[in-house]
T-cell receptor, first 110, second 114 residues
Framework: GEDVEQSLFLSVREGDSSVINCTYTDSSSTYLYWYKQEPGAGLQLLTYIFSNMDMKQDQRLTVLLNKKDKHLSLRIADTQTGDSAIYFCAPRRGYSTLTFGKGTMLLVSP | DVKVTQSSRYLVKRTGEKVFLECVQDMDHENMFWYRQDPGLGLRLIYFSYDVKMKEKGDIPEGYSVSREKKERFSLILESASTNQTSMYLC?????????????FGPGTRLTVT
């Protein structure tokens, strides 16, 4: 099955940029998603990228996709304390299921 | 707004008990999913359903079963709860035919089996 790897922890200062990286194994993934989970809550979709794109920008979020290396990254510009959460990379597999990485805990300090 | 609700936020059960976790969505979505979330392991898919009365095994179905009698409701059943099923359980739904197949998640049920 698909393997999705993420670093487990990232700490940044408020105002800095954060970059969360993800590698995956299934080259047939057509959509790749980033989800955010705040403490005590379910997951919410942050953004996604289609596999024929290299980059997608959405306000403070930039997603980069390197299909050759099967590498996905999420950049958050001007990181705020409210961005502290767990971030999951999730390539789509099959018809409608997703494979989730273990999640990266982002801690933003003032 | 899409809403996915789960019957309990916290649940404590004893080993051997039969446990029902309920999930309801109000957006007429065809697809529904059950995951468990454990520290260091991320989310793992237990079961999913494409339609009423249909179910498919996910990656870790052992020890679980599901029921989908109505489109809006998807139940996860632990026939005989064990301590290794202590976990956070997340339900999600998504529409069929969506261009993005976004999944919408409920707030989760933290189950403790003692």
């Amino acid at each position: 099955g698909e393997d999705v790897e993420q670093s487990l922890f990232l700490s940044v200062r408020e105002g800095d940029s954060s970059v969360i990286n993800c590698t995956y194994t299934d080259s047939s993934s057509t959509y790749l998603y980033w989800y955010k989970q705040e403490p005590g809550a379910g997951l919410q979709l942050l953004t996604y990228i289609f596999s024929n794109m290299d980059m997608k920008q959405d306000q403070r979020l930039t997603v980069l996709l390197n299909k050759k290396d099967k590498h996905l990254s999420l950049r958050i510009a001007d990181t705020q304390t409210g961005d502290s959460a767990i971030y999951f990379c999730a390539p789509r597999r099959g018809y409608s299921t997703l494979t989730f990485g273990k999640g990266t805990m982002l801690l933003v300090s003032p | 707004d899409v809403k996915v609700t789960q019957s309990s936020r916290y649940l404590v059960k004893r080993t051997g008990e039969k446990v029902f976790l309920e999930c309801v969505q109000d957006m007429d979505h065809e697809n529904m999913f059950w995951y468990r979330q454990d520290p260091g392991l991320g989310l793992r898919l237990i079961y999913f359903s494409y339609d009423v009365k249909m179910k498919e095994k996910g990656d870790i179905p052992e020890g679980y079963s599901v029921s989908r009698e109505k489109k809006e409701r998807f139940s996860l059943i632990l026939e005989s709860a064990s301590t290794n099923q202590t976990s956070m359980y997340l339900c999600a739904s998504s529409p069929r035919g969506s261009s993005t197949y976004e999944q919408y998640f409920g707030p989760g049920t933290r189950l403790t089996v003692t």
